[in-house]
C-alpha cells in the first residue's frame, strides 16, 4: 500500500507537481493498480533470469564517422525560450 | 470514387485518373468526418502528390496516400502523440519507416488520434479528444492506434500504421473490424516512434485486408543501423500470400478464453478455429499456465520504461512550458499540467516500480515473469504452428463507460500484452459481428514467422467475407 | 621509512575523462570537435534527445575502454550492458543518462604512483563508459543566477568514469594520481587534456578513518589537491570542536578555496537504474588480444627504458615521459646522433621550465617538431622544431655558445613570430661564443699594448680610442665588428 507521502515522493522524484487533493486521487487509483500487481508474488520465480530482451543479440555498434549535424537555428525552432544560440531556463534551483 | 479500395484499386484509379485525383477524393472524406480519427491532415499532402504526378515516381506506392499514428515522426508535421506536451512541436526529421514511404512514393495523408502517448486501449485519452467507433459513434475504436484504425475503417484512408506496445495495432484492429499486424519485436525499425515502452513495442500496419499489410511490411520492414534492436529477418512478406491452410497445426490455447470473455466473440473464434480444419488445418487445445501473471508483468515493464522516456518532456527544448520560479519548479508544474491523468498514474506507478526499495519486487519480478511468459510462447509454438485466440475478449466499449477506472481499462489488454511481453508476431483479422461491432481473430506465430502467420491470416480472409463489410454510421 | 598517516586519511577519487580524441559522440555521428564552436550547433536529434531517436553505440568507445582498461591492469568483463540513470536537470536532455551500472566494462586496476613513502599501489575499482550531459551557463553567480543557458554540443560526448579505492592519503598523493591517470590516458591516445572540461574530479575524503565526505565537480588538478587540503582541515577541525562527520556531498568554490555543502544523505537521489533497453549487451571478450596489440610503451616502462638506453638521470627520465609528445620529442632529437645526456637536460631542465613559465602545454607532435598551446588562451600557439633542438645541443656541446647563450637561443624560438634557426638567432644577436671571445682577447692585447694612447683616452683625447680600436681591428683581421670593439674597449677602460 502506497501512502500519501508516497505518492509526494514518487510526485518529486518525476517531477510531477501533485495537489493535495490529487494526491488522495492517486493514491487510490494507484493501490488499486499495485494490489493487482501483487499477484505475481504468488509465483516462485527464484531461479528464473529476467528477460531484457528478446531477441539474444549482442554488440551492435557504429563506426566512428562524422555525420552532419543540425544547424543551429533548426535545432532552438521549437522553442521561444532561447538567447544567443543557448537554450534559456529559470535558474536551477 | 469508390471509398474503400484496396492497394492496388489504389493503384489502378491513379492510373486510370491522377494521383491527385484519389488524394483529392480521400482529403474530401476526411473533411466530412464524423469520428475525429485525425489530429493533423497534411497541407502538403496534396503539393507532395502533385510533385509524383509530375514527375513521376517508379516505387511501389507512387501516389498512394496512407494516414500515420500521431507518435510517428515526420518532418515538418506536428508530432503530438495525443498530449498537450508536445503543442507546437515540429520534429525537424522523419521515423526511418516514413523515410521508406516517402521512398516507395507514399504520400503522407495526415497523422491520426492515439491514447495520449499510445498509453490507453480507447483513444479516449487523447488531449485532442476521443475518436468515434465508425460502427457506432458511442464507442470507442480501441487503442492505442485507434485513429489509424478508425480512418481505414471510414474510409478516409487506404491504410495506416500504428505502434503496437501491448496490442494497440491489434486491438483498434478488432474493434474498428479491419487487419492489423504486430511485427516480430526487432521487424521493423523503432528509429522515429516516440517510445512508450521500447523493449515491447513495434510499429504496425493496419490496411483493410491482409494483403495490404503484406504490401507496407514489404516497405516498412527490415534492417535500420539506427536502431540497435533492429533485425534483419529478410522476409519477403507478399510471397507469403498463399490461400492454402492444409497440414498447419494451430494450438488453441485456453488461457486466452477467460472469464468475462463474451460468448459470441467465443463462438466467432471458435468457428473460425472450425473453418481452419475444414480447409485442412488441423488444431489442439495448448496450456500456457503464466499467462494468467502477463498483465500485471506487462504493466509494470511498460510503465517503467514509460516513467524514464517521457522524462524528457519537460518544457526546456520543445513542446508546452509553464512558467516557475525555478527550473524544477517550471517542470514540474509543465509535467502536471503537459501530462493527461492516464500519463500521470502510469509515470508514478513506473516511478514506484523502479524506486529503491520496490525495484526487485516489480520491476524485476516483472522481468522474470516475462522469461516465463516467453517460454510459455515457445513451448506451445514448438508443438503447433500457430496459436488462435481471440484479440479482444468483448467488442467495442462506449465513450466514456471505463476511462474512469484505470484498472478495468488495463484488463482489456488481456489477450494482446502477451505477446509484446514474448516478442512474437500477432494479427488480428475480422472474424464476426456482435450486435453489429466487428470481432477480432488474432493469430499467433514464431519469431519472424509472418510468413505463415500472414499465410493463415490471408486463407482465411479468401474464405470468408468478413473483411468485404463497411461500417453502416460512415458509409 | 613507511609512512604512518598520522591523521588516518584516506582519499579516493571519481575521475570524469573526456575521450575527446574520438571523432564522434558515443551515440551519435555529431562531432566531438566543438570547442571553439558557437552554442547547438554539434547537435542532432539523437544527443538532443528529441523524441523518438535511438541511440547506437561508436564502436571506438568500446575499444578505447578496453585500451584504459589493460593499461590499469585491470579486468575486462566477459559481458557488460548500459544502465539508464534517471534523474531531472536542465543540461541532461532526455532525463535519463545512459552510463554503466552493476557490470562495468573494467574492473579491479590499479595504478603505482610515487607516494608518501616511495612506490605506492592505488587501486581502481571499476571505469566505465557513459555520456557526458550539455554544458550550464549561469546567468550571474549560482547563487544569485537570473537564468541558465543551456549548449548541448558537449551532450553526448564519451566519458570514461573512473573510480578509485579510498587509497590515497594525502591531498599531494592524490594530486600524482591525477598525473600519473592523465599522463596514461594520454599515452593511449584517447584523450587530450588540454581541452576545457577534458578531466572533472569528484572527491572523497575522510579523516581518522572516520565518514568520507565527497567534494564533487572540481576541474583541475592543483585544484583537487587545494580541494583536499580545505577540507581535510575543516573536517579536522570539527573533529576538535567535538563535532560529527556527516555522509554529505560538497562543492568547491574555486575562487574562495573553500567547500560548501550542497546536500546530505537524506537529500540523495533516486537514481531508480534499470538496463537502457535500446542498447544491446555486449561481449568483447575476443577483442582484448588485438587491442593489447596497440597498446603503446606506457610511462613506466618508458622511464626505465630512457634509463637504462640512454643513460639518463631517473628525475630526467621521469620529466621526459611525463608527456608522451614530450618523450617522442626527445627521442626524435637523440636518433639524431646529438649527446643523450645534454639533450635530457636542455629538455627536462630548461626547455620545459621556459614552456611552464609562458603557461604553454604541449599539443602535437609530428616527428618534425613539437606543438603547444596556451593554457588559457587557445589562440596563441607555437613550435620548436626537432632539428632546432639537434642544432642547438651540437652548438652547445661543441663549446660554440655558452649555456646563457643556448637559453636566450629557446628562449626567443618560443616568443619569435618568425620562424628563425639557432643559428640565423646566434649570429643576429652576435651569440658565438668563439668570435666574441677573440674581440675580447685582442682589445686586452691592445690596451697592454699600447699604454700611450691608453692614457691619452683617458686623460680626454676621444682620437686615442679610433685609434685602438683600428689596432684591434688589425689584429682580428678585420672580422671584429668596429662598434662592439669600440664599446668593448670603453667598458674595459670606464668599467
Ligand atoms: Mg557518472
Ligand atoms: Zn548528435
Known sequence: MITKEDVEHIGWLARIEVSEQETVEYMDKLNSVLEYFGQLDELPTEDVAPTYHVAEIFNVFREDVVEESLPQEVVLANTEHKQDGYFRVPKIG | MAKWMSVAQVKEKIEESSAEEVTASYLEIIGKSKINGFITVSDKALEDVRKIDSEGHDGPLAGVPIAIKDNISVVGLPNTCGSKILEGYIPPFSAHVIEKLLAAGAVILGKTNLDEFAMGSSTETSHFGPTANPWDLERVPGGSSGGSAAVVAAGEAPFALGSDTGGSVRCPAAFCGVVGLKPTYGAVSRYGVVAYANSLEQIGPLANNVTDIAVLMDIIAGYDRRDSTSIDSKIEYQKSLVDNVKSLKIGVPKEFFGEGIHPDVEKAVWDSIHKYESLGASWEEVSMPNIRYALASYYIIAMSEASSNLARFDGTRYGFKESGENWHAMVSKTRADGFGKEVIRRILLGTYALSAGYHNKYYLKALKVRTLVKQDFAKALAKVDLLIAPTMPNPAFKIGEKIEDPLTLYLSDVNTCPINLAGVPSISVPCGFTDGLPIGLQIMGKPFDEPTVLRAAYTFEQNTDYHTKRPPEVA | ?495
Not at chain 3, 159 to 172: A, C, F, Y
Not at chain 3, 399 to 425: F, H
Not at chain 3, 433 to 450: C, P, Y
Open chain 3, 1 to 495: 621509512m613507511v609512512y604512518e598517516n598520522p591523521d588516518g586519511i584516506r582519499i579516493g577519487l571519481e575521475i570524469h575523462v573526456q575521450l575527446n580524441k574520438l571523432k564522434t559522440k558515443m551515440f551519435c555521428g555529431c562531432s566531438t570537435d566543438y570547442h571553439n564552436a558557437a552554442p547547438n550547433t554539434h547537435t542532432c536529434p539523437i544527443c538532443l534527445g528529441l523524441p523518438g531517436t535511438l541511440p547506437v553505440l561508436n564502436k571506438k568507445v568500446v575499444e578505447a575502454a578496453i585500451k584504459v582498461g589493460l593499461a590499469l591492469e585491470g579486468e575486462i568483463a566477459e559481458e557488460t550492458q548500459f544502465h539508464r540513470k534517471n534523474y531531472f536537470y536542465p543540461d541532461l536532455p532526455k532525463g535519463f543518462q545512459v552510463t554503466q551500472y552493476d557490470f562495468p566494462i573494467v574492473s579491479k586496476g590499479k595504478i603505482v604512483i610515487e607516494g608518501e613513502d616511495g612506490e605506492h599501489v592505488v587501486g581502481i575499482t571499476r571505469a566505465h563508459m557513459e555520456e557526458d550531459p550539455g554544458k550550464l551557463v549561469h546567468l550571474g553567480s549560482i547563487e544569485k543566477s537570473k537564468g541558465v543557458l543551456i549548449d548541448y554540443n558537449r551532450s553526448g560526448i564519451t566519458l570514461i568514469e573512473t573510480v578509485t579505492e579510498p587509497d590515497m592519503r594525502s591531498p599531494k598523493e592524490a594530486r600524482r594520481f591525477l598525473d600519473k591517470f592523465r599522463n596514461i590516458l594520454e599515452y593511449l591516445d584517447v584523450f587530450d587534456g588540454n581541452l576545457e572540461g577534458a578531466m572533472r574530479v569528484d572527491a572523497n575524503v575522510s579523516v581518522y578513518w572516520g565518514t568520507r565526505v565527497e567534494v564533487k565537480n572540481i576541474s583541475s588538478h592543483k585544484g583537487v589537491e587545494r580541494a583536499l587540503l580545505y577540507e581535510i582541515m575543516r573536517q579536522k577541525n570539527v573533529i576538535r570542536r567535538g563535532g560529527k562527520i556527516t555522509l554529505e556531498t560538497r562543492h568547491f568554490d574555486e575562487g574562495r578555496g573553500v567547500t560548501i555543502s550542497l546536500r546530505t544523505k537524506e537529500e540523495a537521489e533516486d537514481y531508480r537504474y534499470f538496463r537502457e533497453p535500446d542498447l544491446m549487451p555486449m561481449r568483447v571478450t575476443d577483442w582484448i588480444p588485438a587491442v593489447r596489440e596497440t597498446l603503446p610503451e606506457l610511462p613506466d616502462a618508458k622511464r626505465s627504458r630512457f634509463i637504462e638506453q640512454y643513460g639518463i638521470t631517473d628525475m630526467h627520465a621521469r620529466a621526459l615521459t611525463s608527456k608522451i609528445m614530450l618523450a617522442d620529442f626527445y627521442e626524435s632529437v637523440c636518433a639524431q646522433g646529438v649527446d643523450p645526456k645534454t639533450t635530457a637536460t636542455w629538455i627536462a631542465d630548461v626547455f620545459l621550465g621556459e614552456l611552464n613559465y609562458r603557461d604553454l602545454a604541449i599539443s602535437s607532435f609530428d616527428e618534425k617538431k613539437i606543438g603547444f598551446i596556451h593554457t588559457k588562451d587557445p589562440e596563441i600557439e607555437n613550435s620548436f622544431k626537432v632539428s632546432d633542438m639537434v642544432e642547438l645541443v651540437t652548438f652547445f656541446a661543441e663549446g660554440k655558445i655558452s649555456d646563457r647563450a643556448a637559453v636566450e637561443v629557446i628562449r626567443s624560438i618560443l616568443d619569435g613570430k618568425e620562424e628563425k634557426t639557432p643559428l640565423q638567432i646566434i649570429e643576429e644577436k652576435g651569440l658565438l661564443k668563439a668570435e666574441s671571445d677573440l674581440v675580447s682577447m685582442a682589445v686586452e692585447e691592445t690596451i697592454a699594448e699600447n699604454e700611450a694612447a691608453v692614457q691619452d683616452y683617458l686623460a680626454g683625447t676621444e682620437k686615442s680610442l679610433n685609434f685602438l680600436v683600428g689596432q684591434v681591428m688589425k689584429k682580428t683581421k678585420g672580422t671584429a665588428d668596429a662598434k662592439t670593439a669600440r664599446e668593448l674597449i670603453v667598458k674595459e677602460l670606464r668599467g
